[in-house]
């Protein structure tokens, strides 16, 4: 099968800019996440979609973050104005359902440097 | 925020020798789950352990689990230089769906 993929790769930007990453899941996966992971440390959930609703965004900064996952496919992650503080990496997963032994499917995320 | 930490923080081996990291974490699970990340890619899910499990392999993985004591250890033995990632323990949580929280990591590198 193939694998969750997200673009792009690599974005440069210049705080205060706008930036999107886009995230295809696994066909037939109904729940995705996204992830930060900052340099050396471990991934922190920003967002859980099932099918097309957000049922966790408790750690999504709002003022600057906004998500959305239209017909619960692909899914879309946006910050504007970006920051310095949001250099990262941004990672993609799902998983077959929300259910109790689902083990994530991650995609190589994308790496945005904010200058 | 983190639930787990891992410990150690980084390992350095020779290839054939086992490799051993722990994690501890703080609230009752469902299951723990443990992935594997490999420098500029994405993680990859090696086992996963039920909370009412105690033991499970997988190949040259071995994982342990105890919940009185919230920790969980991974094993891997006869170690290859293909084996050096990092390594990261997550806790999965909740009802009706699962909230899988990582750890920070254990950096494992193998030396030919």
């Known amino acids: 099968e193939a694998g969750v993929v997200q673009s792009p790769r690599y974005k440069i930007i210049e705080k205060k800019q706008p930036v999107a990453f886009w995230c295809n899941p696994i066909?037939?996966?109904?729940?995705l996440y996204w992830y930060r992971q900052n340099l050396g440390q471990g991934p922190e959930l920003l967002i859980r979609?099932?099918?097309?609703?957000?049922?966790?965004d408790s750690q999504l900064p709002k003022d600057r973050f906004s998500a959305e996952r239209l017909k619960g496919v692909d899914s879309t992650l946006k910050i504007q104005p970006a920051e310095l503080g949001d250099s990262a990496v941004y990672l993609c997963?799902?998983?077959?359902?929300?259910?109790?032994?689902?083990?994530?499917?991650f995609g190589n995320g994308t790496r945005l440097t904010v200058t | 925020s983190q639930q787990g930490e891992e410990d150690p923080q980084a390992l350095s081996i020779q290839e054939g020798e086992n490799a051993t990291m722990n994690c501890s974490y703080k609230?009752?699970?469902?299951?723990l789950q443990w992935y594997r990340q490999n420098s500029g890619r994405g993680l990859v899910h090696l086992i996963l352990?039920?909370?009412?499990?105690r033991e499970k392999h997988s190949g040259r993985l071995r994982v342990t689990l105890d919940t009185s004591k919230k920790s969980s250890s991974l094993l891997i033995t006869a170690s290859r230089a293909a084996d050096t990632a990092s390594y990261f323990c997550?806790?999965?949580?909740?009802?009706?769906?699962?909230?899988?929280?990582f750890g920070t990591g254990t950096k494992l590198q193998v030396i030919p």
């Open positions: 997963a799902s998983s077959p359902k929300g259910g109790e032994y689902s083990p994530l499917h």
């Open positions: 066909s037939g996966h109904n729940t």
């Open positions: 979609y099932e099918n097309e609703e957000a049922v966790d």
């Open positions: 609230t009752s699970i469902n299951n």
């Open positions: 352990i039920r909370s009412n499990e």
């Open positions: 997550a806790t999965a949580r909740g009802g009706g769906y699962q909230k899988v929280t």
